[in-house]
């Protein structure tokens, strides 16, 4: 057995290959990789590390052979989007700014139909305490505050087509 200097830890391990350090513990939890535990960390040594790299090549070598692989590359018809940077590939932002004012007017048009689902429900329900709150000065202003935007966002999907 090797000297206990000769040891190293996994995480100094991922130095001499191309594997990180979960998955040399892993590889030594199901001894695959020569290893010991001193204390609660895993440690090896780099003739161990070696041999475990040079049987994980011979490996690949039998399953995939001579196949090279090669790099794949987005189609490019794709907007690609660099959020840290705020820059478009194709310069199309007013599009996505259209997209996201679309979903935000989309939003407060199926809530407010909600609210006025719910009212309605609740109304022909014969609930006598919220016949009176609709026909309170406070909810009047809601509703003409509801109907302008209504209009608004009407006349905004209007110009979309």
């Known amino acids: 057995m090797a000297q206990e200097s000769d040891f190293i830890s996994l995480k100094a ?3 001499y290959c191309d594997y990180s350090q979960e998955y040399l513990s892993l590889r030594a939890r199901q001894k695959k990789l020569k290893a010991v535990k001193l204390g609660r960390n895993w440690a090896t040594t780099r003739e161990w ?33 660099a959020p840290d940077s705020d820059v478009w590939e194709d310069n ?6 259209r ?5 935000r007017k989309l939003q407060f048009a199926c809530a407010t139909l ?9 109304v022909s329900l014969g609930q006598e305490q919220m016949a009176r709150v609709l026909h309170s000065s406070a909810f009047e202003s ?5 109907g302008q935007i209504m209009e ?10």
Do not use: M
């Open 99 to 103: 997209q996201i004012e679309f979903q």
């Open 13 to 15: 391990a991922t130095q």
């Open 49 to 81: 590390l070696q041999e475990y790299s040079q049987k994980s090549e011979e490996y690949k070598k039998g399953v995939y052979g001579n196949r090279v692989s090669r790099e794949l590359t987005p189609p490019t018809n794709l907007p690609i989007y």
């Open 152 to 161: 608004e966002y009407v006349g905004w999907l209007a110009s979309l087509w």
């Open 114 to 122: 909600l609210v006025i689902v719910l009212f309605a429900v609740n």
């Open 92 to 97: 199309r932002p007013e599009e996505v700014v």
């Open 142 to 146: 809601y509703g003409a505050a509801v």
